[in-house]
């Protein structure tokens, strides 16, 4: 498209979610509960690994980078939306918008490839309990570490680089809460198709290979427990694993549907509410659902707490 008559966009509006301010407020509190409660219980699971020695092993050092990302995942968005339920028009500048982007894609990425380890993880020490020390070293365990973060901000690295160069001439208003990939190429006046496709071919990638993984890690466990002779143990361990996997696929299932499918199938309603699963809902459930129903998670917070309390004494 020829943009040399057209005035260049400097800041988009975002529009979030439209409708009565009383529906808007609503939203507002109910967004910004489950933001803190999310924020409180991820920073208490940090702290609790940080402080308790018998936690620093690889589950728990994997879980920590966990709470750490989410941390940073639901900031990078939560923020604007909860800024569009109370005001009509919340701006944010062509920079911050793709910088915006580059970071929620670099979190998810990451986020991604950290389950496939963790269920790795988790393979290894159910399938393989008396060589997993062996195999799960610190040492393997913080590279894996190193690497998911790594990975994860490199892969929407040229996409990034390549919106950058992107021509935008209006209009001007994202029709979502956050700079989402689609809504971004539609206001482009520039051909967006290498972008789209690179865009789509990426996340693809880091989506379903991290997927499979860690279906394929899962599946291995499923069988290993239906080998167990003792029932109790079972139970316990097929519990364990069901609670992870409401997780896995809470979180894979709605980013496949927002990401995994031609850019031109993009509806703006529903991919809004499916975001706000992956951006505001999974950070939150991912603590109470990997840590803080785990025994020795709980027994580390009441010796934490009942230390803090005889130095207060």
Request: charged share 10%; glycine share 4%; proline share 4%.
């Amino acid at each position: 498209m020829d943009v040399t008559n057209q005035t260049k966009v400097t800041e988009f509006i975002l529009l979030g979610f439209s409708g009565v301010l009383h529906l808007r407020v609503t939203l507002f509190v109910i967004f910004l509960t489950v933001y803190l409660l999310s924020l409180m219980g991820n920073t208490l699971i940090i702290f609790i690994v940080l402080m308790d020695i018998t936690l620093q092993t690889p589950m728990y050092i994997f879980l920590g980078n966990l709470s750490f990302l989410e941390i940073w995942y639901t900031t990078t968005t939560v923020p604007k939306l909860l800024a569009t339920c109370l005001s009509q028009v919340v701006t944010i500048s062509v920079s911050g918008c793709i910088t915006q982007y580059y970071f929620f894609f670099s979190m998810g990425a990451t986020e991604c490839i950290l389950l496939a380890v963790m269920a790795y993880d988790r393979y290894l020490a159910i399938c393989s309990p008396l060589r997993y020390s062996l195999l799960m070293s610190l040492q393997l365990c913080l590279r894996l570490s190193a690497r998911s973060w790594i990975g994860g901000f490199i892969a929407p690295l040229l996409p990034t680089i390549l919106i950058s160069h992107l021509n935008f001439c209006g209009p001007q208003k994202i029709n979502h809460f956050f700079c989402d990939s689609d809504p971004i190429f539609k206001l482009s006046c520039s051909d967006t198709f290498l972008v789209e496709a690179l865009g789509y071919t990426c996340s693809s990638v880091v989506i379903l290979s991290s997927f499979l993984l860690t279906m394929s890690s899962y599946g291995h466990i499923v069988v290993t427990i239906i080998r167990l002779s003792s029932r109790e143990a079972r139970k316990k361990t097929f519990s364990t694993c069901a609670s992870h996997l409401t997780v896995v696929s809470i979180y894979y299932g709605t980013i496949i549907f927002a990401y995994v499918r031609p850019p031109a199938k993009y509806n703006f309603t529903i991919g809004k509410v499916i975001s706000v699963f992956y951006c505001v809902v999974t950070p939150l459930v991912n603590p109470l659902i990997y840590t803080l129903r785990n025994k020795d998670v709980k027994k580390a917070l009441r010796k934490t707490l009942a230390q803090k309390k005889s130095l207060l004494a």
